[in-house]
C-alpha cells in the first residue's frame, strides 16, 4: 500500500530522510552519472512530498522558498523511481496542491529538457533560454497557481 506524505525537514524520521536522500543519490546521481552537490542546505526550510510503499520512497520532489521572490516556490528535485505508471503526474499535481496550500502565487522549476512536455501538461510555461545544469540541459519553467 502506497502513502503520500507532505513534511517540513524537522518532522521527517531519520528513515525517511535517509531513504530520501538515497532515492535522490540513485536517480541523479548515479543514473544520470552526474556528480554534483545534492546536500546543498535548502533541505532545511523545504517541504518534502513523497511516496513511499513499505518504507521504499517511489516518488519525491521539495518545495523551497525561491530567495528573490517571496510569492513563489521553488520546485525542485522531482523524480519517481517507477516510471510510466502515472506516479510523476500524481506527484506533480500533488506538489502543485500544497503549494497552493503554502498560500503562494506561483511555482518555478528548472526542468531537464528532455522532461518540459512533462510540466507543460500541468500548466508550467518555459521562459528563457536553455541552460546547462551540472552538464545538463534544463529550461526554466513558471506555473500562475489561482
Not at 20 to 37: D, G, H, N, S, T
Not at 50 to 71: M, Q, T, V, W
Not at 117 to 145: N, Q, S
Request: aromatic content about 10%; charged content about 30%.
Amino acid at each position: 500500500m502506497t502513502q503520500w506524505h507532505c513534511k517540513r525537514f524537522d518532522a521527517l524520521t531519520l528513515r525517511e530522510l535517509y531513504e530520501i536522500l538515497r532515492v535522490r543519490a540513485a536517480v541523479f546521481v548515479a543514473e544520470q552519472a552526474c556528480a554534483y552537490q545534492d546536500l546543498d542546505g535548502r533541505d532545511l526550510s523545504a517541504t518534502h512530498l513523497f511516496c513511499e510503499r513499505n518504507g521504499e520512497i517511489l516518488a519525491y520532489l521539495r518545495l523551497c522558498e525561491k530567495p528573490d521572490e517571496p510569492e513563489t516556490l521553488h520546485m525542485g528535485r522531482v523524480l519517481t523511481a517507477e516510471r510510466g505508471t502515472g506516479l510523476g503526474a500524481e506527484l506533480l499535481r500533488r506538489g502543485i496542491e500544497a503549494a497552493r496550500q503554502a498560500g503562494v502565487e506561483e511555482l518555478y522549476l528548472e526542468a531537464q529538457t528532455y522532461a518540459e512536455g512533462f510540466y507543460a501538461r500541468e500548466g508550467f510555461a518555459a521562459y528563457g533560454e536553455p541552460f546547462l545544469e551540472d552538464g545538463i540541459p534544463h529550461v526554466r519553467m513558471r506555473k500562475r497557481l489561482e
